[in-house]
């Protein structure tokens, strides 16, 4: 079973709009982390957001929040006011208690156009 | 201060070579980790250090990717009798201590690796 699930493979949106990325998870264990990363087409990995399991309050990061509903396991990563610069892949991942690996969603791909 | 950074960028081979891809982390970080990139996928675990020692290889395909890491910072990724299908983006992320879910990986720009 996939544990991170990107259903999105692409999403257009408008400069200055704001867009929604879907990201679900699947894991029994109670603590454990999610991650957003973005890689443009130059390839590097940058990380965006972090958002703990514990975490209270929506993980927010300048235009980058992520909207962590735990009941049903997701995490959307919501970017305000798009930016021609934002085109790119975004990847969800989560990283599950005693272990350090990153297990990544196969990726949303982004385009902003003016 | 510097990323990650990884050579060479890009990296030619036949079948059946030999070949090492080198990971410089993040000044300090004591964790580093390998990933593969094929296309069209998000990246996926291959091996884990932490300090000098391979605290996780679960993610190795088989006995012939082996890495190292001797004074606990640059890494090598070694990768013997290369196939086709070992062609990919290898990735190296770097974190300051490994463990807790807090802790954030910092990517290097990434090695292509294509076998002809």
């Known amino acids: 079973a996939q544990k991170i699930t990107q259903t999105q493979p692409g999403m257009f949106v408008q400069e200055k709009e704001a867009v929604t990325l879907d990201c679900t998870y699947d894991?029994?264990?109670?603590?454990?982390?999610l991650f957003w990363y973005k890689q443009p087409s130059s390839g590097e990995m940058i990380f965006l957001i972090y958002q703990g399991s514990y975490d209270e309050q929506n993980a927010t990061e300048g235009r980058y929040s992520l909207n962590f509903q735990k009941a049903r396991k997701s995490a959307n990563l919501v970017i305000s006011a798009s930016q021609l610069g934002d085109s790119a892949m975004y990847f969800c991942a989560m990283r599950e208690r005693n272990t350090d690996k990153l297990i990544f969603g196969t990726g949303t791909r982004l385009q902003v156009f003016p | 201060g510097a990323g990650v950074s990884q050579t060479p960028s890009n990296k030619v081979t036949e079948k059946g070579k030999y070949v090492e891809l080198r990971c410089d982390p993040i000044s300090g970080h004591t964790a580093l980790y390998w990933y593969r990139q094929s296309l069209g996928q998000g990246p996926e675990f291959l091996i884990y250090f932490q300090g000098t020692g391979a605290a996780d290889d679960s993610g190795l395909p088989n006995d012939r990717f082996f890495a190292v890491r001797p004074e606990g910072s640059v890494s090598t990724l070694k990768i013997q009798r290369t196939e086709r299908g070992d062609s990919a983006v290898y990735l190296c992320?770097?974190?300051?201590?490994?463990?807790?879910?807090?802790?954030?990986?910092?990517f290097g720009p990434g090695t292509r690796l294509t076998v002809l």
């Open positions: 894991t029994s264990d109670q603590s454990y982390g």
């Open positions: 992320a770097s974190s300051s201590a490994g463990g807790p879910t807090t802790d954030t990986q910092y």
